[in-house]
Each structure stands twice: as C-alpha cells, then as structure tokens.
C-alpha cells in the first residue's frame, strides 16, 4: 500500500541553519504530497503542497519540490529560526476517491536554539 | 471560533468503558475525517465522511469503533469497551469539498488506564 518515509528526529539546528528534512513515498499512480507543521500545543497545519511532479510548494521560506523520478519530496529553508521548531509531517493523499485521504509519515522534531 | 473544535481535549477512562469523542468542523464545510496519532507516530486515517454518510471507514481498527455524523456538521467517534492500546490522540479534520484543504482541530488526547 501507499507510505511514507522521513527522516528521523530529532533534528537540532542553530538559527540561521539551513534545514532539509528528506521524504520519501510509495504510491501507485500520481499522489499530491504536503508538508504539515504542529507547533507545541497547537493543531496540524498544512505548511504547502504540491500536485503533480516537479511542482514546488513554498511557504514561510520553507520550499518542497515533487521528485517523481526518486519519489522524494524534501523539505528544505535556507535560514531556520528558532519560532520553526515544531513536529514536520510529510504526507501524501492519492486522490484515488476523489477526495483528500491523508497517509503520514512519522514526522520529524525539529529544536532551533539561538 | 473559525476552527475545527474537538471537546474534550483530555479524557481518562477505565479499561472496559464507553467513551464518546465530540468534533465540530468549520461551518459549511462538508468533508470531515477522523485520524488517530499514536505516540511518536504520525496519523492515521480512520474513517472519511461526505455529508451526513460514511463514505470510507476502512481506516476503523475493529467493530469497537463507530462514528456518525447525523446532520452532516458535528461528528461523533464512538469507542466501545476501550483497551489501553485504544489510548492516543484522535484528531478531526474538515474541508470545504472532497478534495479541498484539510483543516485539523487540536485533538482529544485519550487515555485509558
């Protein structure tokens, strides 16, 4: 069945760091894939997303682009602060039914410090 | 408010009890989803609803769990005769149409002792 695959936590970084947080999926067919964010004590949000290969999704200078050919979607941002440290799912949604069933990853904690 | 709101946030029950899980997705919006995050784990699907019918409930471990939505606005997760491994964070999500964005409320974290 569909997966997904992303790096282990946690992940610690200085401010100004440049983070990447690798993903990797299986699916048959073509998902859409998305990166959420959980803030402590907050809910899931959808960081950004892509629908189709070679789609980059951007937000709050965090960037993923849909790889078919290694099936990955890595996260990246050029300079952390420490207000991202957060948990970070990788997830895809095959669309199959028509309607936006989510498979996660595991999700990956990510600590700035100053 | 404007957001997905899911009451309670907390529940401790016994092994063995009903328990009842409450989500109000955001008003107008017809597709609602239930998740269940274990811990350290990212979530899983449980069950997809289109208006007021079930429209995928293949993610529903077993006959112990039930879910309705009878309005087709707040929906219900029902727990039947909970076990310790039922104890996790269960999240609802609702969107505008099928295949539109999902928006998460912030869980009811379930303990069962």
């Known amino acids: 069945g569909d997966s997904v695959t992303q790096m282990e936590g946690p992940v610690t970084l200085s401010e100004e760091a440049f983070l990447t947080i690798n993903c990797t999926y299986t699916a048959t067919g073509y998902p859409s894939l998305f990166w959420y964010v959980q803030y402590p004590g907050e809910g899931l949000q959808l960081l950004l997303k892509a629908t189709k290969a070679d789609d980059k999704g951007s937000n709050k200078g965090f960037e993923a682009t849909y790889r078919k050919e290694t099936t990955s979607f890595h996260l990246e941002k050029g300079s952390v602060q420490v207000s991202d440290s957060a948990v970070y799912f990788c997830a895809l949604s095959p669309l199959s039914g028509g309607y936006n069933k989510l498979i996660f990853g595991a999700g990956t904690r990510l600590a700035v410090h100053p | 408010g404007a957001g997905v709101s899911q009451t309670p946030s907390n529940k401790v029950t016994e092994k063995g009890k009903y328990v009842e899980l409450r989500c109000d997705p955001i008003s107008g919006h017809t597709a609602l989803y239930w998740y269940r995050q274990s811990l350290g784990q990212g979530p899983e699907f449980l069950i997809y609803f289109q208006g007021t019918g079930a429209a995928d409930d293949s993610g529903l471990p077993n006959d112990r769990f039930f879910a309705v939505r009878p309005e087709g606005s707040v929906s219900t997760l029902k727990i039947q005769r909970t076990e310790r491994g039922d104890s996790a964070v269960y999240l609802c999500?609702?969107?505008?149409?099928?295949?539109?964005?999902?928006?998460f409320g912030q869980g009811t974290r379930l303990t069962v002792v």
């Open positions: 999500a609702s969107s505008l149409e099928a295949n539109s964005e999902a928006f």
